[in-house]
T-cell receptor, first 114, second 110 residues
Framework: DAGVIQSPRHEVTEMGQEVTLRCKPISGHNSLFWYRQTMMRGLELLIYFNNNVPIDDSGMPEDRFSAKMPNASFSTLKIQPSEPRDSAVYFC????????????FGEGSWLTVV | GESVGLHLPTLSVQEGDNSIINCAYSNSASDYFIWYKQESGKGPQFIIDIRSNMDKRQGQRVTVLLNKTVKHLSLQIAATQPGDSAVYFCADRAGYALNFGKGTSLLVTP
């Protein structure tokens, strides 16, 4: 079974550049999450979509971050402009009521902003 | 705010021994708990979960215990193997999203 698919796996970009991270949730899952992981803060929820609609974006750090889910099989997390403190691993995860609401994670996008 | 935390940041065990990783949570409204394993360079991988109406659940070589009275969760790994070396996260849920602890690093030595 294909799990949650994220791209790119690794990205190195210069401060001020736009970064777009992509996610394909598990087919049939109707909930999608974006998490950020750092050594200092651990895993933090950034935004939660249900049926393609953003339900909770209170974890989005600031206006430089935005997320979209145009359809059930695709989501993006965009950072514009990027800053060095955005360097982290960004995880996409999905779940479904039919699968017991267990949240399954992708392999992450490792972002370094220099 | 309420959070999930871990008692031990690192745990070193010998191969073949049993491992116990502990976790405390503070949200009394949490109704679902889950353990994840994260290997270096990978995403969190589901291990086992338990709902608040249970106090024990067993999987393959793993057991999760839930004590709601003291808001404590533990993960037991039987006959620990080198492949079990990873960071283990507990998480609780009251609503739709998971609240993660900081993680415990498990190191299995030969």
């Amino acid at each position: 079974d294909a799990g949650v698919i994220q791209s790119p796996r690794h990205e190195v970009t210069e401060m001020g550049q736009e970064v777009t991270l992509r996610c394909k949730p598990i087919s049939g899952h109707n909930s999608l999450f974006w998490y950020r992981q750092t050594m200092m803060r651990g895993l933090e929820l950034l935004i939660y979509f249900n049926n393609n609609v953003p339900i909770d974006d209170s974890g989005m750090p600031e206006d430089r971050f935005s997320a979209k889910m145009p359809n059930a099989s695709f989501s993006t997390l965009k950072i514009q402009p990027s800053e060095p403190r955005d360097s982290a691993v960004y995880f996409c995860a999905s779940s479904s009521h039919h699968s017991g609401n267990t949240i399954y994670f992708g392999e992450g996008s490792w972002l370094t902003v220099v | 705010g309420e959070s999930v935390g871990l008692h031990l940041p690192t745990l070193s065990v010998q191969e073949g021994d049993n491992s116990i990783i502990n976790c405390a949570y503070s949200n009394s409204a949490s109704d679902y708990f889950i353990w994840y394993k994260q290997e270096s360079g990978k995403g969190p991988q589901f291990i086992i979960d338990i709902r608040s109406n249970m106090d024990k659940r067993q999987g393959q070589r793993v057991t999760v215990l839930l004590n709601k009275t003291v808001k404590h969760l533990s993960l037991q790994i039987a006959a620990t193997q080198p492949g079990d070396s990873a960071v283990y996260f507990c998480a609780d849920r009251a609503g739709y999203a998971l609240n993660f602890g900081k993680g415990t690093s498990l190191l299995v030595t030969p």
